[in-house]
């Protein structure tokens, strides 16, 4: 048994939470939040207590820290815990400064400590495949990937403003995914914007609609769409496209059901949001952390994956201001 | 240049008189047809002339003749074709009684003319794709044929009262499907029905909506579903089910657009009926028995196979009736 | 909590009791098989002790069993159960003899006790939501049920021997899926079958190959296909259609992954077998069955419903033999 | 009848001739090609005659003139018909250079003649669909437009040289389409492309695979992936993406037939190339053109169409050459 503390009790530190609970190789001992109530009810969730950071960092039963706690929090807290030894999980992004993040990673990297970032979609069973067929060359050598990524709904204006907009918000996910099927880095991103969808956002100094378009050394491209709202629900396709043919993933449905009638063929939305659609991916991260931790080689997204993913993010940012492609 | 006269100026002689006019090998002389008015308008609009079945029979330049007549005329035109030397190409059924039609047969073989029965679905290239799949082995030996043909609405109830009932007027075109696909001849038929769309077919002593299952010797099973309304379109699927596999013919669409909202995602209803799904398997059909004419091997549906499918009505009708599975 | 013992260590009780040991309402408390080795296997996984029928119906801390063991057994524990006053779940089918189904539901309605019966595919996402779209007319009046349900692989000989044959055995579920959907009872049932993928199934008595077909009283109609192999997976669709419509369940798939090359494009085989597809159904079975204990209301299938399966199943057997249709 | 010449008997050249002889409002009298055979082999499948342009831009009986020969020669020969008072039908690009088509514009807007231009994809129905669709609000107010166009393989080395390049040659359909589809022009343009599939591409100073952004002024963005080789066929689809939901068309398939076995679910490549995909846009832009020049009023991508598409594709090939995004 693991024993773990899981450092945010939101949205996202929920879903580890109980992830954790279920796991039989974790022993969750600890929630921690800066809302008393949050990390009480959490913690009743899952049969666990409320802890602090200090008491947390200082208990030998600790191994793994799970970081969900607001991105400014992040650096710090990678920084404490590996100084503390422990093995980290946290979640995307590294942080909304490089500095601040390379920082961190140092620390990581001189108290050797595993550190496993939160690009959870590399686990999701369809993009997993996805990845096995490229290597099983069923495309052949990859010429152009293609991602579509369309939240359901803006978040609300406050967490925009804190978010470090779109690309390190939300599209980094995507450069992360870019990165690991392109096969190889890209070395220059352009990328456009526009605030389509909600003047509000626009009035934060953010964009809710964005393309991004990466090119890798040998000439490999890759293009992204992100949407902040989606009428049919939660969009998440990729394609792959290569020499030798195409893999793609499609999206998921809640169930399988069609009707039809005189106005024609119907099916359901897609699936509300991230909680539902990854929901296997998260548990089936956590799992591989855990199995990492007890030795297993298991290939995780690391410090290097979350620095990348936000550096091309920061030129993204900058490209969609400078109106040029920013070399990487 | 084969010279060819239509019989019957309506709805399928529109169809194979366009097929024939706009066919290179085709010289459509004559359309027939007992009401003057509908003959005039046919040639009109196929810049030919009305004929009458004495002269079109006595005529030298008349090599063939295309029989989309009322059923109750089929069995004496082909005789009368026969006895005259004329290729004949008749729709479906030969005839609504298995006497007529063996007599009509009869003349054919005393004259020993081509006869191509109507059964166009044949022609349809996804279904000859279907059964050029079973035939490179890509299901394997055959076991199950699944055949669901709905129509758009029921024919109004003075045709339903000639039409000889579901069995010989509907469910033929898939009798002679099944014969087609299993490979085998049926050698047993159970078939149920109800009135469910419009008590007015049940008070014409008809069906609306039937199950037949056809069964051969070594006992390959296929199973066929007719409704006579069908509120989406006009459903038509094939499915073959075998021992290394399956394959199937969904239906066809207009285009291939989709929408998606709040809503969920749509596609437009099915095709509107067989002149829309079918168009392109009436064309192949008249070309093949041109095609045939001119003195290429070609396999097309005879006589044997409407006295097949009329045998197959006759016995489903029965058992029906007799609620018991009949022998064939 | 609720006390609960597992009866039958195979593959269906250790679905059970490892869906029972994740559920917050449930206490596992025994696992009981003849085979010691297999019950202690299963209380080892699930973390609790093997049991022995006597003790358990004795315990009051038990207030329910679950019964999954060899069907035969099945109608001498639901009348022990009953008479210790336990709450029953049943795996299908209640038994092999009509009589002595009957004997152990008269049993438990002596004492009163709440018994469900394992149809579990009334609990699959898809399944329960086309139920709940006949609900909501979206398909108008049900016409047509057409239900598809392919195994992968036939059983062993020897499980066929005692499984009572296809009907009892396999296509009970669909009959019960189809009293469900049809939303009237079948009055008749016509069924044929054919042994075309083993001949060894044929020696044992069995067929491997079946269709049957159900009528109302009103004339709605079901049509069911069984074959005991399916070379691309475990293939589960249902269709109703109706006056108004028609909705449809597809397969589900693990992933959404499509690939294509000059070959064209390719998806997985279906999923391998019920292990799988219906993972999600015997989790939620086994929540409504506690949810029901604990007293909220919930339809769940029961002893009338195994009964009429089975009587079902019984004259589809007989009109195999017989060659005609069975009144019901 | 109007009276018709088609000048040029290549590929397109053909098709116009083909679905002009089989018009019934077309009187096609001439077919001119440099190549005499070529031409006399058009005629003669036709069943019409060859002629020399300065004959048939004096014959008083030819009232059009459809332009299918070289791109080099297409802003002469608009020219030429429209000082002789011809009705124009031109393939696309106008020209190579835009100075050149500009000229040949004036002339046009001189004799003011109608000029129809052969962007054909606006005439495919599943794009009209579109279109309508964007129109009745389907989507809501559009946001992103996707494209996808893949050609199954490179053209030869010496069409390579001559097409001015993929953007003028290839995508220059996909910029039309945007511009129909956006719904506003677009105001800037950002594109990069890579020599991935040939080498030759490049040593001819081309890119064989690039990705262009443009961007409207009330900041709409259209994506556009264009690959010079595709594996499996000829790769065309379209995706609107707006406030209120989103339209696309999917690609089209010879047939309907699905095949499954142990290795999974098959379908066929895609169609061939654009002489199959786009049958029926051609059949229908040529009745169109017939239609308007009967006095009917049909909206027609005119002139300027053809100006604008090829400005875009210009800027496009600068932003490659320049790395920076480039103004409309």
Redesign the interface.
Known sequence: MIGIAVIGAGRIGRIHARNLQ?HSAADLRYIIDVSAKAARQLAADCATEVGDIDSVLADPLIQALVIASPTTTHAGLIAAAAAAGKAIFCEKPLDLDLAGARQSLAVVAQHQVPLCLGFNRRHD??FE??KQ?IASD????V??V?I?S?DPAPPPPDYIEASGGLFRDMMIHDFDMARWLLGEEPI?V?A?G????DPAIGAAGDLD?A?A?L?TA????C?I?N?R????GY?QRIEV?G??????????R????????????????LLPFFLQRYAASYRIQMDKFLRALGGEAIDLPGGIDGLRALQIADAAQRSTEE???MAL
Not at 138 to 141: H, I, M, N, V
Not at 218 to 221: D, E
């Open positions: 279920q069973p369809s495949r996805l067929e069923s495309a052949g050598r010429e152009v293609s579509v369309r220059e352009f456009i526009s605030v389509l969808i609609t393309i378009v090119k040998s000439g490999r491209i293009q769409t949407s709202r989606c009428s049919y969009d496209f020499s030798g043919g195409m893999v793609r993933a499609a999206n998921q809640e169930t399988q059901v069609e009707t039809a009638n005189r106005d024609g063929f119907g099916r359901d939305p109106r040029v492609p």
